[in-house]
C-alpha cells in the first residue's frame, strides 16, 4: 500500500476530513483513510512521476498531472481514470 517513491505532493478531500490524496515519484496517487491509516485506492496509469494532485471542489474526482505529459482526471469511487489530456511532448 505505501509508495515505492518519495512522495511529491498531497491534498486534503474538501468534503471529507479523513480523506487525503498523495502524488508520488512511483508514477501513481493514492487515497487514504487516515483515521484507520489505510491505503483505499491506488491510480496507476501514469508512466512518469505525478508532481500535482488536486480534488475537485465537490470531492468528486481529482486531477493529476505528470512528467509523462498528461493530466487526468479520476473519479475518487470507482478508483479509475474517466479522462485523459495529452500535452505537448
Known amino acids: 500500500?505505501?509508495?515505492?517513491?518519495?512522495?511529491?505532493?498531497?491534498?486534503w478531500s474538501p468534503?471529507?476530513?479523513n480523506l487525503l490524496a498523495t502524488a508520488?515519484?512511483?508514477?501513481?496517487?493514492?487515497?487514504?483513510?487516515?483515521e484507520h491509516n489505510k491505503c483505499l485506492n491506488t491510480f496507476a496509469q501514469h508512466t512518469?512521476?505525478?508532481?500535482?494532485?488536486s480534488f475537485s471542489p465537490d470531492g468528486q474526482y481529482l486531477a493529476s498531472g505528470s512528467m509523462d505529459n498528461t493530466l487526468?482526471?479520476?473519479?475518487?469511487k470507482e478508483g479509475k481514470c474517466v479522462k485523459k489530456y495529452k500535452?505537448?511532448?
Open 24 to 34: 508520488s515519484l512511483d508514477h501513481t496517487l493514492k487515497t487514504w483513510d487516515v
Open 72 to 76: 487526468r482526471i479520476w473519479s475518487v
Open 15 to 17: 468534503t471529507n476530513p
Open 48 to 53: 512518469k512521476p505525478v508532481y500535482s494532485v
Open 1 to 11: 500500500d505505501e509508495h515505492s517513491a518519495a512522495v511529491y505532493q498531497t491534498q
Open 87 to 89: 500535452g505537448d511532448e
